[in-house]
């Protein structure tokens, strides 16, 4: 079968379904089933795992000396809350991404599952080819990626 297909637009472009992560190891490669994760699923993850507002604070505008109404987007409690969430958007995308059962309940059950036999660059090698067979475009990727990267 020809790896390459002939199409006219972009839109004409068939994507893989399924595939498999080939994880190398010291003597063998460890090959993890993916599948994509359809639009409709990625949109119900982002509203599950919805970013927090900023918090709003006043401040005074240096110019007219009028006082103002701005989200407060150094706050730390939001900054953790912020960083929390996309921690979760990713966990959970990698979850349902993956083609075999894990074990457990919850996002953060089958998390500590899967983190007992993968180290966090293993994930993020398989969040990676998820969302590249989902068809999620490159600064997404990137932006996904580094909420894997962090313990």
Not at 25 to 41: F, G, T
Not at 106 to 130: F, H, M, P, Q, V
Request: glycine share 4%.
């Amino acid at each position: 079968m020809d790896a390459f297909q002939e199409v006219k637009t972009l839109d004409d472009l068939t994507l893989p379904k399924e595939g498999w992560v080939e994880l190398p190891r010291k003597d063998k490669a460890l090959r993890i089933p993916i599948k994509a994760v359809s639009l409709e699923e990625q949109e119900r993850l982002m509203t599950l795992y919805k970013s927090p507002a900023a918090p709003m604070q006043w401040k005074r505008d240096p110019n007219s000396g009028k006082m103002a109404l701005v989200s407060n987007e150094a706050d730390a409690a939001y900054l953790d809350a912020l960083e929390q969430t996309n921690r979760s958007q990713s966990r959970a995308l990698t979850i349902s991404g993956l083609g075999l059962e894990i074990e457990g309940a919850t996002i953060d059950e089958k998390w500590a599952a899967l983190s007992k036999r993968l180290t966090i660059g293993d994930t993020a090698i398989i969040l990676s080819a998820i969302l590249e067979i989902s068809n999620v475009g490159d600064d997404k990727v990137e932006e996904a990626k580094k909420y894997l990267t962090q313990p």
